[in-house]
C-alpha cells in the first residue's frame, strides 16, 4: 500500500491567519518536507478557485502553477492533482501544461481529471455550468485528446465538444506513454466506464461497503470495454484527524472547526465537519484507522492520499499518522 499526503492551498480554509505573502513558503516547506523521506508516494493538491464550505475572499491557490513550482523545488516525490477539471482548460493546452510540467520534474507529474462539480466557481468564472452529462462527455473526449497528444506529440480530434486540428505538443512528457491517468469519480455509469477504458488510477469513497461496490461496478466496466481490471490502481481520499486518545482526536476537530467557522459561519462548518468525522473517513486514533484502512486493503484498496487540515499550522497529526498508521499497513 501506498500513501499520498494533499498540501494545505487554501481551498479549504487551512491557510487562514497566514499573510498571503507567506503562504507559498508553509506549502514549500510541507512538501520538502514530504519530499525528504520514502514514507510519502506522492504530494497532491486540489484544482478549485473558490474556498468550501462556502466561497470567501480566502487565498485559494491555482493548482497547475503549483505543480509547476512543486517539479522545480522537490526531486523524488510524485506530483499530482485531486483533481483537474477538464472543462477549466482547454485539453490540448491542459496536455502542454502538463507535458511542460512533467519536463520540470524529472517525470513525476500524475494527471488526477474529472467532470468538475463546484457550480458557484463554474459561473463566476464564466464557464457556465453545464449537465453532468456534458461535463463527462467533455471529460471523456479530453482524456481521449491528452492521451493521444502525450504518446504522439501531435494531436488532431474532432469531436462533439473539442476540435484539435494538428495541435503540436512538444517536447512530450518525459513518461513513457504520457502521464498515469487518475479517473476520479464515482459516478456509476459514465466515470467509471470512462474509468475502465483510460485509467490507470481510480479514486472513489473510502466508505468500505461503498468501495467495494464501485469496485465491483468498474469491474464489469473493464469486462465490457477489454481492460485488464487488475491494472487499475484503486485508490481512496482520508480527511485525517488522528491523536492518541479519542478525547485528543476531539480536541483537534474542535480546533478545525472554530478556524472554520470564524469565516463560513457555524452552520456550514459543521455540515462540512460532519462528513469527516468518523473512523471511515480518517478521524480517529492510529488504531481506528488502520483497522478501516485494513478492511479497504482486503478490498483491493492500493493508495490512500491524506488530507490534514491542520497541516499547515502543527505537523503532530502528519507525524503520528506516520509514526503509528503507516507502518502497520505498508509491505
Known amino acids: ?36 523521506t520514502d514514507v510519502w508516494d506522492s504530494l497532491w493538491v486540489y484544482d478549485h478557485f473558490h ?20 517539479a522545480a523545488t522537490t526531486s523524488r516525490i510524485k506530483l499530482g492533482q485531486m483533481c483537474t477539471a477538464m472543462s ?31 457550480e458557484h466557481e463554474w459561473r463566476a468564472y464564466g464557464y457556465g455550468f453545464p449537465s453532468a452529462g456534458v461535463r463527462l462527455a467533455r471529460l471523456d473526449e479530453g482524456v481521449q485528446i491528452m492521451r493521444d497528444a502525450w504518446r504522439d506529440g501531435v494531436v488532431s ?13 512538444a517536447p512530450k512528457p518525459l513518461q513513457e506513454g504520457g502521464l498515469p491517468l487518475w479517473i476520479a469519480g ?22 468500505p461497503e461503498a468501495f467495494a461496490h464501485k469496485s465491483d461496478v468498474l469491474a464489469g466496466h473493464c469486462r465490457d470495454v477489454g481492460t485488464d481490471f487488475g491494472a487499475i490502481t484503486r485508490s481512496v481520499n482520508f480527511n485525517v484527524v488522528t491523536g492518541m486518545s479519542e478525547a485528543e482526536v476531539k480536541d483537534r476537530l474542535g480546533r478545525v472547526r472554530s478556524r472554520m467557522g470564524a469565516l463560513a459561519g457555524e452552520a456550514a462548518a459543521d455540515a462540512m465537519l460532519s462528513a469527516m468525522s468518523t473512523p471511515e473517513a480518517g478521524c480517529g486514533t492510529p488504531e481506528q484507522l488502520i483497522d478501516v484502512i485494513q478492511r479497504l486493503r482486503e478490498l483491493g484498496c492500493e493508495y490512500v492520499i491524506c488530507y490534514f487540515p491542520e497541516a499547515a499550522y502543527d505537523r503532530s497529526g502528519i507525524e503520528l499518522f506516520e509514526r503509528e498508521v503507516i507502518p502497520a499497513l505498508v509491505g
Open 1 to 36: 500500500m501506498r500513501f499520498g499526503l494533499f498540501i494545505p492551498q487554501g481551498w479549504r480554509l487551512d491557510l487562514v491567519g497566514i499573510e498571503p505573502a507567506d503562504q507559498w513558503a508553509v506549502m514549500r516547506d510541507l512538501a520538502d518536507y514530504a519530499d525528504a
Open 51 to 70: 474556498t468550501v464550505p462556502v466561497p470567501t475572499g480566502e487565498a485559494t491557490h491555482e493548482a497547475w502553477s503549483l505543480m509547476s513550482a512543486y
Open 88 to 118: 477549466y482548460r482547454n485539453p490540448v493546452y491542459l496536455a502542454k501544461v502538463a507535458a511542460t510540467a512533467d519536463i520540470i520534474s524529472g517525470g513525476r507529474i500524475q494527471m488526477g481529471i474529472g467532470g468538475g462539480w463546484y
Open 157 to 169: 480530434f474532432d469531436g462533439k465538444h473539442y476540435q484539435v486540428d494538428g495541435a503540436i505538443v
Open 186 to 207: 464515482g459516478g456509476e455509469k459514465v466515470t467509471l466506464r470512462i474509468a475502465a477504458r483510460y485509467a490507470q488510477y481510480t479514486n472513489f469513497t473510502p466508505e
